[in-house]
């Protein structure tokens, strides 16, 4: 019989013969290589800082460092796979998550003005009026991003639209840190850990649909809520012990209701998609502990007072959120309205349809490249979770808890997501798909490493992850930010788009007796109006845009060929005094992202050659046209230059 001491020694060898097998050796060089060739591949990007507005940020940013960063990538996923025991293999995860992270970052890497075009810019015009005072704290829904933002950007020096930035980048790494983390108090393997950081790296909750890589409430909280599921991973599963505190309470316990209420405040819409999966956990520990039910469930500790609480906290916050009351009321009465025949079933869907047919393309060929990866990981965890309950698979006691837990919740919340699926809530039902994703995130990896224990002596294993893993990699990053490939165009804002729109508002002609009124060919100019308030150096500042700009029509392409007619026939009895405002996001995302289907760019071109229209502002990024019209109303339009000249109305701007 061995002594305890000559095992030791054989175990000791044993490590000292794989740290320094040639096997090990070409890992950690790799991963010298892998670090090296991320740290160059964010320097590449830095030195190419963007100009003007960039239809697509893969085509703008340096083919350089996409090579890099996949090199790095690629290297982080075969060393942690061969060494997923080792220190090495966390390192090599470690390089992963900087990889994505480089690429996440890519707008503050390469200088980009702000980053979300639409509600972004909304919620730039939050964050900025929070900052001055002009917006308090209790009045906003989820303010928790806003003042996180205002936080950075005090205590970094930073701008506040370069803030929000970097709140997108924390979220993010919350996100690819955490569901690791979580999978590892499931699964006490490292191999489980290191396929739960990949998977992890795809970013699955990330749709372009109703979720997105920006300033967003919604796929901000979505991206935080791992670190909830971890607290309550560790905290069922009896871990962070603490003798110094009174009964079962331990930091984790208290701690938790903090994070849960930053996740209220982040969005409550997805915090009560978790805080129901409290509840339905505290029950089924309940209903366990309560009857003969023989399962682990009822070996966990409970969480009682973490559900009553969070539920507490969620009903104190939104009772006093008119917001929130508009939502459960718009539910109300879609269901009531669809029951009773009269409301469609996803119309957003059907919306989305029609405008893929405008510009040439399928509803299949947009889905197949935006959700296939997630479509395939959720086949993955509906086969674990089929052959769990049919009895095919024999899971530990913390994996059975939380497959049975998640996929019974899931049952739960799926009326409440068809609820969102209807009438004019239905964008709502994208986002919890979003939130679907994060628990696919959490149990693909479990799936996953039974499928490798299975595998284990089969030599093909490890090679047939890495290409899965790749494959998943590269289809899941060419679809994390819009572009032409999902013909959409890039959340780009730059400097000169925001100073274009800043000098018209802050030049508006005073002509009598009504203001100027501003068009757009796509672009909604109130958000504009709103990310302008509170912004320091214009003359406004810190209150909203002064005067208030009159938003006219978006010109359709036909009213393109003869702006005078367009706004002479269809605005004549209101005013006639118009600017026509062409930003490069409208041309290029017309041009490149569309194809030209709904607007051609001899239609742009056009308009700088029509008589009685001018040319008032330009900036190389941002044009604005001066549609000349006679004053008073009633007179034709097509007047002579003499007439035009001893009209009332002047031009307000140089030619």
């Known amino acids: 019989m061995a002594l305890p001491q000559d095992h030791i020694l054989k175990e ?12 090990y050796r070409i890992g950690k060089v790799g991963l010298v290589i892998g670090f090296l060739s991320t740290a160059i591949a964010t320097l590449v990007a830095h030195n190419s800082p963007a100009t003007g507005y960039e239809v697509s940020i893969y085509g703008a940013t340096p083919l350089l460092f996409w090579v890099l960063i996949g090199l790095g990538t690629l290297i982080a996923l075969l060393v942690s796979i061969r060494h997923s025991e080792a220190t090495l293999g966390s390192l090599a995860l470690v390089l992963g998550g900087m990889c994505i992270l480089s690429i996440i970052s890519l707008p503050i890497i390469r200088g980009y003005q702000f980053y979300g075009l639409s509600d972004g810019l909304n919620h730039l015009a939050f964050t900025r009026n929070l900052a ?10 989820y303010p928790s991003g806003h003042s996180t933002a205002v936080l950075i950007s005090g205590v970094a020096g930073i701008s506040i639209p ?10 993010t790494l919350v996100f690819i840190t955490f569901v690791p983390l979580t999978v590892r108090e499931i699964v006490r393997d490292p191999r489980a850990v290191v396929l739960a950081g990949f998977t992890g790296f795809l970013l699955m909750p990330v749709t372009n649909v109703g979720t997105f890589i920006q300033f967003h409430p919604f796929s901000l909280a979505t991206l935080f809520s791992p670190l909830v599921f971890y607290l309550l991973v560790v905290h069922i599963y009896g871990g962070a012990r603490d003798t110094s505190l009174p009964g079962s309470l331990t930091p984790v316990s208290l701690l938790m209701p903090f994070v849960g209420l930053v996740l209220i405040l982040y969005h409550p819409q997805l915090a009560f998609d978790v805080i129901v999966i409290f509840l339905v956990l505290a029950g ?48 109300q009465e879609n269901l009531v309205e669809y029951f009773l025949g009269r409301d469609d079933i996803a119309p957003n869907v059907e919306s989305r349809q029609e405008s893929a047919r405008e510009i040439g393309i399928t509803l299949f060929e947009l889905f197949a490249k935006l959700f296939t990866v997630e479509t395939v990981f959720a086949v993955i965890v509906l086969a674990l979770v089929v052959a769990k309950f049919v009895g095919w698979v024999r899971l530990k006691t913390e994996a059975d ?35 679907v994703f994060v628990v696919v995130s959490i149990l693909a990896p479990i799936a996953l490493y039974h499928l490798w224990s299975g595998l284990e002596r089969n030599r093909l294993a490890q090679p047939l992850l890495v290409v899965f893993f790749s494959f998943a990699l590269i289809l899941s990053v060419i679809a994390i930010y819009p572009s032409p490939y999902i013909f959409r165009h890039n959340h780009h804002v730059s400097e000169q788009h925001m100073s274009g729109f800043e000098e018209s508002f802050a030049n508006q002609p005073t002509n009598e007796p009504k203001p100027v009124l501003f068009r757009n060919t796509g672009l909604v100019i109130a958000r504009y109006e709103r990310a302008l308030s509170a912004r320091p150096g214009t003359p406004w500042y810190p209150g909203p845009v002064t005067p208030e700009p009159v938003l006219g029509e978006q010109v359709p392409e036909s009213g393109m060929w003869d702006l005078r007619d367009r706004v002479a026939s269809a605005y004549w009895a209101e005013r006639s005094d118009s600017h026509l405002l062409i930003t490069e996001v409208d041309r290029r995302r017309a041009i490149e992202a569309q194809d030209g289907i709904r607007y051609s760019a001899a239609s742009f071109e056009a308009v700088r050659t029509q008589p009685m229209v001018h040319r008032v502002q330009t900036n190389g990024q941002f044009r604005s046209y001066y549609i000349d019209l006679p004053t008073p109303p009633g007179e034709l339009y097509n007047v002579t230059e003499e007439q035009r000249t001893d009209s009332p109305l002047k031009l307000s701007h140089g030619g």
């Open 12 to 23: 000791q060898a044993s490590r000292w013969d794989r740290l320094f097998s040639p096997g």
């Open 132 to 141: 001055v005072g002009l917006l308090p704290f209790f009045d906003m829904l």
């Open 162 to 171: 370069r803030a929000m930035l970097f709140v997108v980048t924390v979220c």
């Open 284 to 331: 089924l520990q309940f209903a366990v502990r309560r009857t003969d039910w023989k399962h682990p469930i009822g070996r966990t500790r409970t969480v009682y007072g973490q559900s009553a609480l969070l539920s507490g906290l969620f009903y104190l916050w939104n009772s006093n959120q008119w917001e929130a009351s508009v939502v459960v009321e718009r539910t």
């Open 401 to 435: 808890t939380a497959v049975t837990v998640l996929t019974i919740a899931g049952i739960v919340l799926a009326p409440y997501f068809f609820s969102q699926f209807l009438g004019e809530v239905a964008h709502h039902f994208f986002r919890h798909i979003g939130f």
